[in-house]
């Protein structure tokens, strides 16, 4: 099939785009209706296209990304410069910040805007796009973290039947096919279906880290004889894959050399990660009259896991932690937690609609959303001391299973009342108002009853903006957002405030965001845009205190630090019938701590001195793509080249503003050549890939853990990927 024109937004902003139509687009959350720009109201509940929101949105397809191999979520979001790994490593569940804010992967992350858990790997043969969210999480999601949130975005049915196939190798010997069917059928064509495969046997560059994974989803949908439309959706991934665990600094103060190929989980006992996700939703949309309609959606996921890994950390004998011996050497320990069961159910039910007021028109969400999500765990988990090994080399080690630390259940039920408006008096200005209010329970215990604590805890999340339009795509918006995060202090022994609930600690955000297209006669399209944040967080932190005069304890305080995260992102897009498409976003983000209640008191950690910088936070980020047509429109070269700048890995206590270690910038060069074949009856396109292109070594992220661990994740090493897709 021809190619034909869309929008695809990224950060907020809307570049002009090359897609095939055999990417068939989701259908819009509006009543039989399609199109990218309106993929964004399942999230954040207005039907305006994504360039007319006063939101920083990212749209990110899968299907161009994995032009370049991407598979995993990390490589799809690695695409936003506002991204930035968090504690990432293969064979595990991702984790990630935005805007250098480490999110919940338990309350910021949707599936066609219902809250799902993270603690899966994610498969993307059926999500049709993925959406960024920037900040305003609270607007949208009640209790959660502040820096944003991040929606999958599901296949549909179009109005065209889908038939492909594809078939792709790619480093060490991963073989991958996968399948997308879709139709309508009936007289009138009311009943549409989209079903999606997928089969993977990994085998990545890492050493020693086999896996594999099967997928399967359906999707119907109804056009009821009342104008409504019924939607069903069910997606089962199974998945398992040993996983590599990170390396840590040597002697607890240097950088090792970086090994991109070393898993030090490669003990004759080590066994996969394995994780097996059920989904389900249902959704329901009835028109009522010309001008309102009512929503009704419900979703329930189900995760089972059972983690295991043979986990370096520490060195014991040399008194260091976090980190490792100073030659390299490290503890060991048999880690094992099986049978872990995360549950997720949401119902939400809306009413919107538009009506007109003293010359004001309003387009009006009242909303209502119940959630519970619990994780129920076996008894008891297996983290014991085997030995030590080494960096540099493999130490085997006997194992030990024996299941001896408690694990705890959580519980945490929500409900949310939104309300959002926006009013126009039909000129270029627009204001955006809403609110969310949310009431959480939640309990913790051990698996036998002991060291329980419940909560409940209710409280109000408003957002405000004001956007300015003119004709020629120029957009303008100020906006004014605030967030709500919760949390209890563990209930341990070691804590003198053991089981508190804390106060609800409140962010708060402010955005400016200015967009302009324009076009010339000699062909030449462009679109600029310019976005200003500011997020001021507060979190907990712990300190020593001494009780009856001689036992030291921890005191968890709340809204102890409060770290600033402001910045700046460019977005630019240039396209030219000659010269192709160039797209180039960058980020320059400033993260620090603005304020500290415990600076100076025994025990402070050095980030809760005013002016420290934030862990593993780059200070800037550039990402350039170049889509080129070359020799005739049947061929394509791409090329993605991002930088990254230097992370602070431990802060200096003389002066927290230099590190005393960080990270070096690194770069790194993608490429990807294809070629569209045309026969008869089928159309054939055929890549060939390359990641990592001058197969630079450099260690990608340096998360600390809540625990204080410290961990470093290399840049996966060169690989190639070739695949075939067809079309008939």
Not at 290 to 307: F, G, P, Y
Request: hydrophobic content about 40%.
């Amino acid at each position: 099939m021809p190619a034909k024109k869309t929008h695809q937004c990224l950060s907020g902003l809307c570049l002009l785009a090359l897609v095939s139509t055999s990417d068939a687009q989701p259908q819009r959350l509006e009543i039989r209706s399609s199109g990218l720009q309106h993929q964004a109201e399942g999230l954040t509940g207005f039907s305006d296209s994504i360039e007319k929101l006063p939101f920083s949105i990212n749209l990110i397809s899968p299907e161009l990304l994995r032009d370049f191999g991407a598979t995993s979520l990390s490589e799809v979001l690695r695409s936003d410069p506002a991204v930035s790994d968090a504690y990432n490593t293969l064979g595990y569940p991702e984790n990630f910040a935005i805007r250098g804010l480490l999110i919940d992967p338990r309350l910021n992350y949707r599936r066609d805007g219902m809250p799902v858990n993270g603690h899966a790997p994610i498969a993307f043969e059926n999500k049709a796009s993925v959406l960024v969210l920037k900040g305003a999480s609270g607007m949208f999601a009640g209790s959660s973290s502040p820096g944003g949130m991040v929606d999958f975005v599901l296949k549909r049915p179009g109005n065209q039947p889908i038939r492909s196939a594809e078939f792709s190798l790619s480093e060490r010997g991963t073989r991958y096919v996968s399948a997308d069917f879709a139709d309508r059928v009936g007289e009138s064509r009311s009943l549409g279906y989209r079903i999606n495969l997928a089969a993977e046997q990994r085998r990545p560059m890492a050493e020693k880290a086999p896996g594999d994974r099967q997928f399967f989803s359906g999707f119907l949908d109804w056009r009821v004889p009342t104008g409504g439309l019924l939607e069903w959706h069910f997606e089962r991934h199974a998945y398992s894959q040993i996983s590599v665990p990170g390396a840590s600094l040597l002697g607890g103060t240097s950088l090792p050399p970086v090994l991109p190929r070393r898993n030090m989980n490669d003990q004759n006992w080590s066994q996969p990660f394995e994780s097996q996700e059920t989904a389900s939703a249902l959704r329901f949309v009835q028109p009522l009259g010309k001008d309102w309609a009512i929503k009704a959606h419900h979703a329930v996921q189900s995760i089972r896991t059972d983690d295991r890994l043979a986990f370096p950390d520490g060195c014991f004998r040399e008194g260091i932690y976090p980190g490792f011996c100073a030659h390299g050497d490290a503890d060991l320990y048999d880690y094992r937690s099986l049978n872990e069961r995360r549950l997720t159910q949401a119902s939400s039910l809306q009413l919107e609609g538009k009506l007109a007021t003293g010359g004001l028109s309003h387009q009006v969400l009242v909303g209502f959303r119940a959630s519970r999500l619990s994780e129920q765990l076996e008894p008891a988990q297996a983290y014991n001391f085997v030995g030590e090994t080494n960096y540099f080399r493999t130490v085997i080690l006997p194992a030990d299973p024996s299941a001896t630390y408690p694990n705890r259940n959580r519980f945490l039920a929500t409900q949310e009342w939104s309300v959002q408006d926006r009013i126009s008096s039909g000129g270029p200005m627009v204001l955006w108002l809403g609110a969310r209010h949310s009431a959480i329970r939640g309990d913790s215990r051990l698996s036998d009853g002991s060291e329980a604590t419940a909560f409940e805890q209710g409280f109000t999340s408003p957002f405000a903006a004001i956007s300015y339009e003119t004709q020629g795509f120029q957009h303008a918006y100020l906006s004014y957002a605030e967030g709500v995060e919760t949390e209890v202090v563990p209930n341990r022994p070691l804590y003198s405030n053991a089981g508190a609930l804390l106060a609800a600690q409140r962010s708060k955000q402010w955005e400016a965001s200015f967009r302009k297209s324009w076009s010339s006669e000699a062909g030449l399209q462009g679109v600029l845009g310019i976005t200003l944040f500011r997020i001021d967080r507060p979190s907990a932190a712990d300190v020593k205190v001494v009780i009856d005069g001689a036992d030291e304890a921890l005191r968890r305080i709340p809204a102890a630090i409060v770290a600033r995260h402001q910045g700046l992102e460019l977005q630019a897009n240039l396209r030219s019938s000659s010269l192709g498409q160039f797209q180039w976003t960058a980020q320059r983000l400033y993260a620090e701590t603005l304020k500290s209640l415990i600076e100076g008191q025994e025990g402070a950690p050095l980030q809760a001195r005013a002016g420290a910088a934030v862990i593993n936070v780059a200070p800037w980020t550039v990402h350039l793509l170049h889509r080129w047509p070359i020799a005739n429109p049947d061929w394509q070269w791409q090329n993605r080249i991002y930088a990254v700048g230097s992370k602070p890995v431990l802060l200096a206590s003389e002066s927290v503003q230099d590190p005393a270690l960080s990270l070096p910038s690194r770069w790194q060069w993608d490429s990807a050549l294809h070629w569209q074949q045309k026969l008869p009856q089928m159309r054939l396109r055929w890549t060939l890939a390359v990641s990592n292109l001058l197969d630079r070594a450099d260690w990608r992220e340096a998360p600390t853990q809540s625990w204080g661990g410290t961990y470093l994740f290399p840049v996966q090493p060169r690989s190639f990927r070739f695949s075939v897709q067809a079309h008939w």
